[in-house]
């Protein structure tokens, strides 16, 4: 098996902060930040009512638009991010991905 040389630190990306700046912005900074991450083995009604109160938190947040593409734009797996709750965002992601499948094979 090949095994790749991990990157070192001066051959990576550097990191820009205008792309992050944003978060300095959250709402979510100063409460709980626990309510935007579920515990280990969270179940319903529990998980659901977390989830209500941590995006009620987002809904007042001045950055919610920056927070709620960045989360798309990386396929952020876990946690509320812009509003959405984990299962909204991997619907909205679905859906997306479907509309390129389809594009694509309309294309071609
Ligand atoms: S939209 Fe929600 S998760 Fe994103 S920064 Fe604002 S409060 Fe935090």
Same mark, same amino acid.
């Given at each position: 098996? $090949?095994? $790749?040389?991990? @990157?070192?630190? %001066?051959? /990576?990306?550097?990191?820009?902060?205008?792309? +992050?700046? +944003? !978060? @300095?912005?959250?709402?979510?900074?100063?409460?709980?930040?626990?309510?935007?991450?579920? =515990?280990?083995? #969270?179940? #319903?009604?529990?998980?659901?009512? /977390?989830?209500? %109160?941590? !995006?009620?938190?987002?809904?007042?947040?001045?950055? *919610? *638009?920056?927070? /709620?593409?960045?989360? @798309?734009?990386?396929?952020? =797996?876990?946690?509320? +991010?812009?509003? *959405? $709750?984990?299962? %909204? /965002?991997?619907?909205? @992601?679905?859906?997306? &991905?479907?509309?390129?499948?389809?594009?694509?094979? &309309?294309?071609?």
């Amino acid at each position: 098996m $090949t095994q $790749t040389a991990p @990157l070192r630190i %001066a051959d /990576r990306p550097a990191a820009i902060s205008s792309d +992050w700046e +944003w !978060q @300095l912005d959250g709402a979510c900074r100063s409460g709980d930040g626990d309510l935007f991450f579920h =515990p280990y083995g #969270e179940r #319903e009604p529990s998980r659901s009512r /977390r989830e209500r %109160a941590a !995006q009620a938190i987002c809904a007042r947040c001045p950055v *919610l *638009l920056e927070c /709620r593409a960045y989360a @798309l734009a990386v396929e952020e =797996p876990y946690g509320v +991010w812009g509003g *959405l $709750t984990e299962t %909204a /965002r991997s619907e909205i @992601l679905a859906g997306r &991905n479907r509309y390129r499948l389809r594009r694509h094979v &309309n294309v071609s």
